[in-house]
Nanobody, 115 residues
C-alpha cells in the first residue's frame, strides 16, 4: 500500500510563489510517475505537471514557464515550484502517484491566489 503526504498550499498574492511537496511511502520499487493535478470549483480535475523517477517531465500548457516540477528519488518526493501565480491558478491541488498500473491520490491541498 502506498500513502501520500502533501504539504505547501496556502494563500498568496498574484505574482507570488509557492512550493508544494509530496512524499510517497510504502514498499516502492521500479518506475513511477508522480505529479500534481488541480481542481477548481465547478471544474474538472486537470493535469498540472508530472515527473518520472527517470526524470521525464510533462506540463500543462497553462503552467509552462511558471511552474517547475522536480524530484528526489531517494525520498520518493516531488516538488512543484509555482512562480508568477495568477488568480486562475486557484484550486485544490492533488498529488498523484502512479505505480504498477495503479493511481494513488493525496487528500489535496488548497492554493488560493488573491489580493
Amino acid at each position: 500500500q502506498v500513502q501520500l503526504a502533501e504539504s505547501g498550499g496556502g494563500l498568496v498574492q498574484p505574482g507570488g510563489s509557492l512550493r508544494l511537496s509530496c512524499t510517497a511511502s510504502g514498499s516502492i520499487f521500479g518506475i513511477w510517475t508522480m505529479g500534481w493535478y488541480r481542481q477548481a470549483p465547478g471544474k474538472q480535475r486537470e493535469l498540472v505537471a508530472t515527473i518520472t523517477n527517470r526524470g521525464s517531465t510533462n506540463y500543462a500548457d497553462s503552467v509552462k514557464g511558471r511552474f517547475t516540477i522536480s524530484g528526489d528519488n531517494a525520498k520518493n518526493t516531488v516538488y512543484l515550484q509555482m512562480n508568477s501565480l495568477k488568480p486562475e491558478d486557484t484550486a485544490d491541488y492533488y498529488c498523484s502517484f502512479r505505480w504498477q498500473s495503479t493511481n494513488y491520490w493525496g487528500q489535496g491541498t488548497p492554493v488560493t491566489v488573491s489580493s
